[in-house]
């Protein structure tokens, strides 16, 4: 059964404190591993897609990283505005791209 | 340009009612998904389309749930006779193509009383 376990479930920072949140994967072939930011009453926003193992991606002060059983998100001297749940999705190789299982999130607060 | 676009934005009913959810997808996108977020839990997928045809509908929970898409645009999530179980928000995405990644609207957030 394809799976996405995300930790911490909360994280609080300080303004500048960088950190990384963890996303491990069960996934009978990866097709594509994705993170999204979701904001409070919002939809997830598209943030990232991992394909293969070694693969990294960076956009501002986020860079994700994959290997073939987990990924991260490092968070580069986060600023209050990156506050937000951050969640993680796997797609196999037996589906459509969009066919993801979820995470349940990590809850990110960035104090100033 | 403009987003998913979902309505209502909340919707109250009475448990044993039928509700209809609509979703407008960002023009052009041939893809569209319906996604389930109940409280604490992630995000559950119910059905995808291609086109007006729906290949993987597995994620649905019971036959009170049913969707249709026409015209390749809009798209229509229907629960009969709902139940307080049914409570959560109902997102909807849509993709450029089957090989690419979603974008998700706001979502409606459903309350079965």
């Known amino acids: 059964e394809d799976q996405v376990t995300q930790s911490p479930e909360a994280l609080r920072l300080q303004e500048g404190e960088s950190s990384s949140l963890n996303c491990s994967y069960t996934v009978s072939g990866l097709r594509g591993l994705f993170w999204y930011r979701q904001d409070p009453g919002k939809g997830p926003e598209f943030l990232f897609t991992l394909y293969s193992a070694g693969e990294e991606k960076e956009k501002e002060r986020l860079k994700a990283t994959l290997t073939k059983k987990e990924s991260f998100l490092h968070i580069t001297a986060p600023k209050p505005e990156d506050s937000a749940t951050y969640l993680c999705a796997v797609s196999n190789r037996g589906s459509t791209l969009g066919r993801l299982y979820f995470g349940r999130g990590t809850q990110l607060t960035v104090w100033p | 340009g403009a987003g998913v676009s979902q309505s209502p934005s909340n919707k109250v009913t009475e448990k044993g009612k039928d509700v209809e959810l609509r979703c407008d997808p960002i023009?052009?996108?041939?893809?569209l998904y319906w996604y389930r977020q109940s409280l604490g839990q992630g995000l559950e997928f119910l059905i995808y389309f291609q086109g007006n045809s729906a290949p993987d509908k597995s994620g649905l929970p019971s036959d009170r749930f049913s969707a249709e898409r026409t015209g390749g645009s809009v798209s229509t999530l229907t629960i009969q006779r709902t139940q307080q179980e049914d409570s959560a928000v109902y997102l909807c995405a849509s993709s450029f193509d089957y090989n690419s990644p979603l974008h998700f609207g706001n979502g409606t957030r459903l309350t079965v009383t």
């Open positions: 023009s052009g996108h041939t893809a």
